[in-house]
């Protein structure tokens, strides 16, 4: 990976000084009334270039700066939301406690269920003699 930057970093040097070689005619740029600058073309805009890099490394950092305060405010939140799951939870706890515990106390079913029939059987066990 530092090759490639490397030579991306070469590549855009060089084609710098051959821009800057080849655009030496002077230029004047107006920028208010009364207020004009005389340079060669490619001074003018690697100047322009060096400023727009640096707004957009301004924007970049005001922009990274918003974002770790947004962090920190979700943060905020799920700490919040956190403790309230864990209240939640001792809440069912509790009440999965309570319900167990009425359960306990309710009378047992009287052994009369589906399977078992209150009238003896009439099935007689036949031995072989």
Request: charged share 15%; proline share 4%.
């Amino acid at each position: 990976m530092r090759q490639v930057n490397f030579t991306l970093i070469f590549a855009f040097g060089l084609a710098m000084v051959f821009f800057t070689l080849e655009n030496t005619a002077a230029t004047t740029v107006h920028l208010l009334p009364g207020l004009q600058y005389t340079l060669p073309l490619a001074a003018l805009l690697l100047v322009f270039a060096g400023i727009g890099a640096v707004s957009a490394w301004f924007f970049a950092a005001w922009s990274g700066m918003l974002n770790n305060v947004e962090q920190f405010s979700r943060e905020g939140e799920l700490e919040a939301q956190q403790v309230r799951i864990k209240d939640l939870e001792s809440d069912l706890n509790r009440y999965r406690a309570t319900v167990e515990t009425q359960l306990g106390l309710l009378p047992a079913a009287g052994g009369t269920g589906p399977d078992q029939s209150a009238e003896p059987s009439d099935h007689v066990d036949v031995q072989a003699s």
